[in-house]
């Protein structure tokens, strides 16, 4: 058996390829892929070449860990049932090229566990799990707190600050692109030279600039915490002074747990997150290159899906 997969041969080349799939193991079930998400964080790194050293990174590669297919085949000891509209988190299924993130094919074959039952209703929108299990992770998870400031609405800034107006409180959002302020429903976006305020307690990053850094650490209240959310690709430094005068605490927060995922599943599935307005293109599968190149290069672009359902 085999499967159309998007490969990145090397940085900023793309193509299509038919891979051969693995036989089937008793706990495995076969994914129809119907819909995939392209990150502009990790995904980017990978396109254009500039990911730091990370465990598996070589070309060429499968990407994607945004899948949404259906369950077509399963094993005698699989516990998701054929014909379950599933969430992929990734496979690690083709031999040809490296698998990272793996989900990026019109078919998967992938240990059941990892296949997650999603409402039928959801769709498409399910690519967004990643994200909201990332945001999940960041600010909902136990032992964390509720950003009041945060930095960047993109798709992750925006599940970031619904999870907030979840949780009882109504965060502030920056972002200096006027096109990115709308959407936001409970909280406000503002652009950040018109903020003055300099006691925030907890403050999320998920810009990715690591330059702001500073900025941030002078906004927060004696004890305050700045979250690291995005993905870095340079080395990060702050000035002393400053974070030592406000005890300043900073946080990295890593890839979502299965715990998170979970719990953004239940959330979406009966109504309290929503995953509305957040995906704004879509192109078939076929036309990868140019939905990758728009999905990084389009302002407008907050989340990319790619329909697989006519690729076999």
Same mark, same amino acid.
């Given at each position: 058996?085999?499967?159309?997969? @998007?490969?990145?041969?090397?940085?900023?080349?793309?193509?299509?390829?038919?891979?051969? #799939?693995?036989?089937?193991?008793?706990?495995?079930?076969?994914?129809?892929?119907?819909?995939?998400? @392209?990150?502009?964080?990790?995904?980017?790194?990978?396109?254009?070449?500039? &990911?730091?050293?990370?465990?598996?990174?070589?070309?060429?590669?499968?990407?994607? %860990?945004?899948?949404?297919?259906?369950?077509?085949?399963?094993?005698?000891?699989?516990?998701?049932?054929?014909?379950?509209?599933?969430?992929?988190?990734?496979?690690?299924?083709?031999?040809?090229?490296?698998?990272?993130?793996?989900?990026?094919?019109?078919?998967?074959?992938?240990?059941?566990?990892?296949? &997650?039952?999603?409402?039928?209703?959801?769709?498409?929108?399910?690519?967004?799990?990643?994200?909201?299990?990332?945001?999940?992770?960041?600010?909902?998870?136990?032992?964390?707190?509720?950003? $009041?400031?945060?930095?960047?609405?993109?798709?992750?800034?925006?599940? @970031?600050?619904?999870?907030?107006?979840?949780?009882?409180?109504?965060?502030?959002? !920056?972002?200096?692109?006027?096109? *990115? *302020?709308?959407?936001?429903?409970?909280?406000?976006?503002?652009?950040?030279?018109?903020?003055?305020? *300099?006691?925030?307690?907890?403050?999320?990053?998920?810009?990715?600039?690591?330059? #702001?850094? $500073?900025?941030?650490?002078? *906004?927060?209240?004696?004890?305050?915490?700045?979250?690291?959310?995005?993905? %870095? $690709?340079?080395?990060?430094?702050?000035?002393?002074?400053?974070?030592?005068?406000?005890?300043?605490?900073?946080?990295?927060?890593?890839? !979502?747990?299965?715990?998170? #995922?979970?719990?953004?599943?239940?959330?979406?599935?009966?109504?309290?997150?929503?995953?509305?307005?957040?995906?704004?293109?879509?192109?078939?599968?076929?036309?990868?290159?140019?939905?990758?190149?728009?999905?990084?290069?389009?302002? $407008?672009?907050?989340?990319?899906?790619?329909? !697989?359902?006519?690729?076999?």
């Amino acid at each position: 058996m085999q499967a159309n997969a @998007i490969v990145f041969q090397q940085p900023k080349s793309l193509a299509i390829k038919r891979l051969a #799939l693995p036989d089937m193991g008793a706990t495995d079930v076969q994914v129809q892929v119907e819909f995939s998400g @392209i990150s502009t964080g990790t995904e980017r790194l990978l396109w254009d070449g500039s &990911m730091p050293a990370f465990p598996g990174m070589g070309y060429p590669l499968v990407p994607g %860990y945004e899948t949404v297919g259906r369950v077509v085949a399963a094993g005698d000891q699989a516990t998701v049932p054929v014909g379950s509209r599933v969430y992929v988190p990734g496979s690690q299924c083709f031999q040809e090229a490296r698998n990272l993130f793996g989900g990026s094919a019109s078919r998967l074959i992938i240990p059941s566990a990892r296949a &997650m039952p999603i409402e039928e209703t959801l769709a498409e929108r399910g690519v967004l799990f990643a994200l909201a299990a990332t945001a999940y992770h960041a600010h909902s998870a136990p032992g964390t707190q509720q950003p $009041d400031l945060i930095v960047g609405h993109g798709v992750l800034g925006r599940m @970031i600050a619904r999870l907030a107006v979840l949780a009882g409180t109504k965060p502030v959002v !920056w972002d200096t692109n006027p096109a *990115r *302020r709308t959407g936001a429903v409970g909280y406000e976006v503002i652009d950040p030279s018109d903020d003055s305020r *300099r006691n925030y307690k907890c403050i999320c990053d998920v810009s990715g600039v690591g330059s #702001l850094l $500073d900025d941030l650490i002078s *906004r927060l209240a004696p004890g305050g915490e700045v979250v690291l959310a995005g993905f %870095y $690709d340079a080395p990060l430094s702050f000035v002393f002074p400053p974070a030592f005068m406000r005890e300043a605490r900073i946080r990295i927060a890593a890839q !979502w747990s299965p715990p998170d #995922l979970t719990a953004v599943i239940a959330l979406a599935g009966d109504g309290r997150l929503s995953l509305d307005g957040l995906i704004t293109h879509h192109h078939y599968a076929t036309q990868a290159d140019a939905a990758y190149r728009t999905a990084f290069g389009d302002a $407008d672009c907050l989340k990319m899906v790619l329909d !697989w359902k006519h690729t076999v």
